[in-house]
């Protein structure tokens, strides 16, 4: 007799051995192997979805929002994600119904029978088609516990939802201001050049003329290289914020995105509600915190279905059936038989002893409800904590922006005086540039003072969870 072994063996040995998967044969060199080309080429392969900037359109802060939150990946997860908590919820609601299947048999038994002194051979061939039904009539809340669960966790998928919107909408606005700085920069940096050039004309007209020194023209030229070199870094400056806010729509950072310049922007100049009211509304709706608040119920309903697990259970099961059999035995001619058959059966169970099981599985269920309501009590002190810091932000940018303003029509006027003053031949260059490089910071002062205005006011609306609404 020989042994040979199932094909289908023979087919997962020699599959184990085509795809099998093993560590790198050494550290000191990277690892490569056909696995890598595969993956390579999938990569290739995959192609992220795009969408159209028009090159000559300036983009307001809302219409870039409305693209990132329909093209940004983050999003699409947080969506699936729900839906897929979505179809759960039905996955556990459907233990409310019965379930009915199926089920077809073709059997075949072929056996030597003892009868007297001699063997006989027989065949029973048997074909069955039968429907099979079970229901759970009641179980003391077991059932109840797992759809509750389940339509908590879809809350708080949904609210996580909620929240990857608003992390989107931040950091879309938070680029964008950081670019809108970038270009007011700009504009402050070439203004500032402008004036390092007009005072070194100055400086070499005076001397032409016999009026100005040397090193009157050497502190000319070097004032304008610095205000050359600072243009340099601010125009790399606002490369980087354009790629930023591409990113955070969801395409390339090479795109090239226009937007309004900051000058068109409206400023406030106060901020409307106190700080209790500011805490009061992200208490009511940060969707992070509302998330927390869902996992609460999550396990509570676990608590609930802990609970029925020290209940019995009621369940019915039917199994009718239509039978169809052939009979045939060596010596006797064949002999066939049908028949509708089936089994009906109520069955109680309750167990009564498992080793402290559910006592220990009830115990976890109570902590997590504990557990859940500490992290939201820890997460509220965190909220308030975040706003109370935004909102004290936010009053002291609208402090800065009116210093700002003051500041820089107090360089403006001392910047004209003192060049002024110098083609008269009453101050020397050095009080120039002086005069000069104050301008610039109080230029730069100015932008950055706008900036941080509108930017404290997206963080305070990110904390109190108002960018959603």
Do not use: C
Not at 81 to 106: F, K, N
Not at 149 to 156: K, P, R, S
Not at 401 to 413: K, S, V
């Amino acid at each position: 007799m020989s042994l040979r072994p199932p094909i289908g063996l023979i087919v997962l040995l020699f599959a184990g051995g085509v795809f099998a998967q093993s560590a790198p044969a050494s550290p000191d060199r990277p690892w490569h192997s056909p696995s890598e080309r595969h993956i390579e080429d999938d990569a290739k392969r995959f192609r992220e979805p795009g969408f159209s900037i028009e090159p000559d359109r300036v983009y307001s802060l809302a219409e870039l929002v409305d693209l990132a939150e329909e093209h940004n990946p983050e999003t699409r997860v947080a969506w699936e994600r729900a839906r897929a908590q979505a179809a759960a919820l039905g996955v556990a609601r459907s233990e409310l119904y019965p379930t009915i299947a199926a089920v077809a048999l073709s059997q075949t038994d072929r056996e030597q029978v003892p009868f007297g002194s001699q063997f006989y051979r027989q065949t029973v061939q048997t074909f069955e088609g039968a429907l099979e039904l079970n229901y759970t009539i009641f179980d003391f809340g077991g059932r109840a516990g797992r759809i509750a669960a389940a339509g908590a966790e879809l809350v708080a998928a949904n609210f996580a939802f909620n929240n990857t919107h608003r992390k989107i909408i931040y950091q879309v606005a938070q680029a964008y201001y950081r670019l809108l700085n970038a270009s007011g920069q700009q504009d402050a940096a070439l203004a500032s050049l402008a004036n390092a050039q007009t005072a070194q004309q100055a400086a070499e007209d005076r001397l032409k003329q016999g009026l100005a020194t040397l090193p009157d023209v050497l502190e000319a030229r070097s004032a304008t290289a610095q205000a050359q070199y600072d243009l340099q870094a601010v125009l790399g400056a606002e490369e980087i914020a354009s790629g930023d806010l591409a990113t955070a729509l969801g395409t390339r950072p090479t795109v090239v995105i226009h937007v309004q310049p900051l000058g068109q922007l409206p400023i406030p100049e106060s901020v409307a509600n106190t700080v209790d009211q500011a805490i009061d509304r992200a208490f009511d709706q940060r969707p992070d915190l509302m998330q927390q608040l869902a996992e609460i119920r999550r396990a509570n309903a676990g608590v609930m279905e802990a609970r029925a697990a020290f209940q019995p259970t009621l369940t019915l099961s039917a199994r009718p059936n239509l039978q169809s059999l052939y009979f045939v035995q060596q010596t006797l001619p064949w002999a066939h038989t049908a028949d509708v058959g089936g089994n009906l059966s109520v069955n109680l169970s309750w167990t009564l002893l498992d080793g402290g099981k559910r006592k220990n599985n009830l115990a976890r269920a109570e902590a997590s409800v504990r557990a859940a309501e500490a992290q939201v009590s820890a997460s509220r002190d965190q909220i308030a904590d975040e706003v109370w810091r935004a909102y004290s932000n936010v009053k002291t940018a609208l402090r800065q922006r009116q210093a700002a303003i003051a500041l820089l029509e107090a360089a403006n006027q001392s910047y004209a005086a003192v060049l002024e003053s110098y083609n008269f031949g009453v101050r020397s260059f050095l009080d120039v540039t002086a005069a000069q490089r104050t301008l610039a910071q109080a230029r730069s002062a100015d932008v950055l003072a706008r900036t941080q205005v509108l930017t404290t006011l997206v963080d305070l609306a990110f904390g109190t969870g108002s960018l959603i609404r």
